[in-house]
C-alpha cells in the first residue's frame, strides 16, 4: 500500500469521523420549536386526510414539496 493511498483513507476517515460528530451534535440539540406554517399545516391535515383528491393544491405542493420536512 502507498502512503499516498493511506493518507487519502486517512483524510477519509477524519471526513467520517467529523460527520458523525456534527450528525450526534444535531442530535443532542434536538429538534426546534414548530413554526406557525408547520401548526397551520398541521390544522389541514383532517381535511386532506379526507379530501385528499380535492384538496387545494396550494395545501398538497406544501404538504409534498420536498425538503419542507423539518424532521431530518
Known sequence: MSNGTYDE????KKA???SIA???ADDEVGPGA???DDIALL????????????A????LRRL???G?????
Open 22 to 24: 456534527q450528525l450526534d
Open 43 to 54: 390544522d389541514v391535515l383532517p381535511y386532506l386526510t379526507l379530501n385528499l383528491a380535492e
Open 16 to 18: 467520517a469521523l467529523a
Open 9 to 12: 483513507l486517512e483524510t477519509q
Open 56 to 59: 387545494p393544491r396550494a395545501h
Open 34 to 36: 414548530p413554526h406557525t
Open 68 to 72: 419542507t420536512s423539518r424532521c431530518n
Open 64 to 66: 409534498l414539496a420536498p
